[in-house]
C-alpha cells in the first residue's frame, strides 16, 4: 500500500533554523567540527538595540513568484514588550565557503547557502514574511549587543508563533519518512509501518535520513523547540509538525513500548542499521521525551545537563548559555562570552546546587583525569566541555542510580558552598580502596567512532570490534580474580545489580530499555551461560552474520557497565566497581543525598576532612542502605540515619 501523500509546498511560508550567530559549525571529512566565519558579510550598519525594551531586530521577507526570484529582505526594530507577531528559524549553519547573495536593506549581503536555501522556501507568493534569524537579526560584531540577545533567546523563541525549523533540502526518502512518522505518532507499532520496498530496509533507512541530520545534534535548538507555541519541521518541499515527534516520544520511549521497538529494530534489521536507529532515532526522541516531561521541574537544571550534555556547539560557553531559556538559573549566570569558562561552569554548578538542593552535581563532575582540565579547576564544578563517551565519570551511565538508596534516604540534606572552590557536604566515610583491580579497556588501539566499533561492517572489516569484544571476556577473568566473589556476585557486581524491567536476558543490547529491577539468582543463570559459550566458542571476523550479532549482543550489553570501569576490594572486604581512575587508599563516601557512594581521593596532606571527587561506584552489600543502617543501630535507639553523617569537604 503506498504511504499517504504529504502536503507539498513551495514553502514560501516556512523557516530556517535559528543558529545563535557566535556558534556556526561546519563538518570536517571525519565529522568533526570546524570554527566558521560569521554567516552574514555586510557593510551596512545596524540601529542599536534598547536593551531594557526588549528590543530585537525583524527580518522582512519581501514576496516573489518564483522560487528562483532573488531574495530581497528589509530590517525592522520591534520590542518584544509590545508582543509582536513573526516567526521564528531554527537551523543549522552549513558550510561558510558555500555562499549566495541576497538583497538586505537594498544592499548586497553574503549569506551560507543553507541560510539561502531556507529562506527561498520560506517566502510567500503574496505578501511579506516576518522572520527571526540570528544570523541577521543580531549584529554579530557587537559584543554587549551579542551578549544582551543571547540573553533574550528564550523569550524570542517563546514569543514567536511559530519555530520553523529548517533540516535542509529533502530526498528520495523524505515523503515517505514524514508518512511513517505520522503513522507512529498515531499509536501504529515500528513493525506495522514497514514500507514495500525494499521490504525490511526503507523504514530505517528513511527514517535515519531525516534523523541523522545536523540540527538533531545542536545544543540550541533544545530550547528553540521546548519552548516553541508551535513549531514545524520543513525538509525541502515537506513539512510536519513537530508535535507528531512529540508524540512519538511520549508513545514509544517508555515501558514496553521502548523494548517492543528496540526488539523490532534489532529482530529485522542488521547490526548496523540496528546501531544507526538506536544512536540516532531512539535516543533523540527518548532525549526529547525526557526533557519534555520535566521541563516545568524545579530540578530542570540536573535533567538538561545530564541529557544535552553530548550535544555540540561551537563555543564552550554555549553547553550553558544555550540552555538558558530552559534553565531557570538566569539570576546565576551572566552572559559574557569573554568570561574564563571555568567562572561560566562554577556560576551554572553554583545555580544547579541551589536549585536542586543536591550534592548530585558530583555525579556530573567526575572526570578520568586528574590533571585536565586543569589543577584550579574544582572537582565538583562539571566540565560540560567533555562529552560523555563511556559511563565511568560521568551521570550518562549512571542514569540508574535513583534505584539506589545507599544514603538510608538521607537524601534532604543539602550542599553548603564554602567559597568558590570549596563545597561542603554531610557523608559518611565508610572504608578505603585496598586492592584495585585491571581498568577494562577494550577498545585500546582500535580505530573509529563507537557507533563505527559495533557496527556489522567494522566487526567483519579491517578495524574488526572481535578483539575488543574478545578483551573483555579475558579481563572479565582478571575481574573475577581480583573481587573473589561467587559467580551470583560477580554477575551482580558487573551489572551494578540493574537489569532491564522488561528483559529475561540480563546482557542484551535491549537490557537497560522500559525501566530498571534488581537482579536475581535466576537472572545471573543466563549470564553465566552466554559467558561460559562465548567464552568456549569465540567467534571470528568470518563468522556468519547470526553468530557475530549474538556476540555482538553480548558486548554491547555490558559496555555501558564496564568500559573504561575498574573493579577493587574495600580494607573491610567488600567488593565493587568504580571509575577508572581509582586508586588503592581512595575512600568510599556515602553522601547525603547522593542514592549511589561515592569515591572521594583525600587531599594530599590534608586534615582527612578534604577531598577530590573521583566519581560514583557499586559496592556490593551497601547499596540499599545496609552500612548507614549498621551505624545507626550501633549508635543505639535514639539515633536516627542522619545523625551519622558528618561534614566533610570537596575541593
Known amino acids: 500500500m503506498a504511504p499517504k501523500r504529504l502536503i507539498h509546498t513551495r514553502l514560501g511560508a516556512l523557516t530556517a533554523t535559528a543558529v545563535p550567530l557566535r556558534h556556526y559549525i561546519k563538518k570536517d571529512h571525519k565529522g568533526g567540527e570546524q570554527e566558521m566565519s560569521s554567516p552574514l558579510t ?14 530585537i531586530r525583524l527580518l522582512i521577507l519581501q514576496p516573489a513568484p518564483n522560487l528562483d526570484d532573488p531574495l530581497v529582505t528589509d530590517l525592522k526594530l520591534v520590542s518584544l514588550l509590545e508582543q509582536p507577531k513573526f516567526e521564528a528559524i531554527s537551523y543549522c549553519w552549513g558550510d561558510a565557503n ?9 544592499r548586497e549581503t553574503t549569506i551560507t547557502a543553507s541560510l539561502f536555501g531556507a529562506l527561498r522556501r520560506f517566502r510567500l507568493d503574496d505578501k511579506p514574511r516576518v522572520l527571526w534569524a540570528d544570523a541577521i537579526c543580531i549584529n554579530q560584531r557587537d559584543t554587549p549587543e551579542r551578549n544582551a540577545q543571547v540573553r533574550l533567546m528564550g523569550k524570542i523563541y517563546s514569543s514567536a508563533a511559530t519555530v520553523l525549523i529548517w533540516l535542509g533540502e529533502h530526498d528520495d526518502y523524505t515523503e515517505i519518512a514524514f508518512s511513517i512518522l505520522e503513522d507512529l505518532a498515531r499509536g501504529a507499532s515500528i513493525a506495522d509501518v514497514q514500507r514495500d520496498e525494499p521490504i525490511q530496509y526503507l523504514t530505517p533507512a528513511s527514517l535515519l535520513t531525516i534523523f541523522k541530520r545536523p540540527w538533531f545534534e545542536r545544543v540550541w535548538v533544545v530550547q528553540e523547540v521546548i519552548l516553541a507555541p508551535e513549531a514545524e519541521m520543513i525538509c525541502g518541499a515537506h513539512k510536519l509538525p513537530f508535535d507528531v515527534i512529540r508524540a512519538i516520544a511520549a508513545l514509544h520511549t517508555e515501558g514496553s513500548d521502548v523494548a517492543e521497538m528496540q526488539n523490532t529494530f534489532e529482530n ?11 544512536n540516532h532515532f531512539m535516543n533523540y526522541l527518548q532525549k526529547l521525551n525526557g526533557i519534555e516531561r520535566h521541563k516545568d521541574d524545579a530540578v530542570i537544571a540536573a535533567v538538561l545537563f545530564g541529557r544535552c550534555r553530548n550535544l555540540k556547539c561551537r563555543e564552550p560557553h554555549d553547553k550553558i548559555y544555550g540552555l538558558l531559556g530552559l534553565l531557570r538559573l538566569e539570576n546565576d549566570i551572566e552572559v559574557d562570552y569573554s568570561r574564563p569558562i571555568l567562572d561560566v561552569y562554577r556560576d551554572a554548578a553554583l545555580g544547579y546546587l541551589r536549585q536542586a538542593q543536591s550534592a548530585c552535581i558530583l555525579l556530573d563532575a567526575c572526570r578520568a583525569d586528574f590533571s585536565s582540565p586543569g589543577p584550579d579547576w574544582p572537582s565538583w564544578v562539571p566540565d560540560w566541555r567533555v562529552a560523555p563517551k563511556t559511563r565511568s565519570g560521568t551521570s550518562a551511565g549512571w542514569s540508574d542510580t535513583l534505584s539506589y538508596n545507599a544514603t538510608l534516604d538521607v537524601m534532604s540534606i543539602a550542599p553548603r558552598v564554602v567559597d568558590s572552590n570549596t563545597m561542603a557536604v554531610k557523608a559518611v566515610l565508610y572504608s578505603v580502596l585496598d586492592v584495585v583491580g585491571e581498568t577494562m579497556d577494550p577498545y585500546g588501539s582500535a580505530k573509529g567512532t563507537k557507533a563505527q566499533r559495533v557496527s556489522h561492517e567494522t566487526l567483519t572489516g579491517p578495524d574488526s570490534c572481535i578483539p575488543a569484544a574478545s578483551k573483555v571476556i579475558q579481563q572479565l577473568v582478571s575481574w573475577q580474580s581480583t573481587l573473589q566473589v561467587s559467580d551470583y556476585d560477580f554477575w551482580r557486581i558487573v551489572l551494578r545489580d540493574r537489569i532491564g524491567s522488561s528483559s529475561q536476558v540480563p546482557i542484551s543490547r535491549n537490557a537497560r530499555m522500559g525501566g530498571w529491577r534488581h537482579m536475581t539468582e535466576e537472572d545471573c543463570e543466563p549470564c553465566m551461560k552466554a559467558w561460559h559459550e562465548l567464552f568456549d566458542s569465540q567467534p571470528t571476523a568470518s563468522a556468519n552474520d547470526t553468530a557475530l550479532s549474538r556476540y555482538a549482543n553480548f558486548f554491547q550489553g555490558l559496555e555501558p557497565y564496564l568500559v573504561d570501569a575498574r573493579p577493587f576490594r574495600t580494607t573491610l572486604g567488600q567488593a565493587g566497581q568504580g571509575p577508572c581512575n581509582v586508586e588503592p587508599h581512595d575512600q568510599i563516601a556515602i553522601v547525603a543525598s547522593i542514592p549511589s557512594p561515592m569515591v572521594l ?29 549498621a551505624l545507626v543501630q550501633q549508635r543505639g535507639s535514639r539515633c536516627r540515619p542522619a545523625d551519622v553523617y558528618e561534614e566533610i569537604y570537596i575541593v
Request: aromatic letters at 10%; glycine letters at 12%.
Open 601 to 629: 581521593r583525600p587531599v594530599p596532606g590534608g586534615d582527612g576532612k578534604h577531598f577530590w571527587n573521583v566519581g560514583p561506584c557499586y559496592v556490593h552489600g551497601i547499596m540499599q542502605g545496609e552500612a548507614v543502617a
Open 42 to 55: 555586510t557593510q551596512n550598519g545596524y540601529e542599536v538595540l534598547d536593551e531594557k525594551k526588549q528590543q
Open 98 to 106: 558555500n555562499t549566495r547573495n541576497i538583497q538586505l536593506q537594498g
Open 268 to 278: 529485522r534489521f542488521n547490526l548496523d542499521i540496528y546501531v544507526a536507529m538506536r
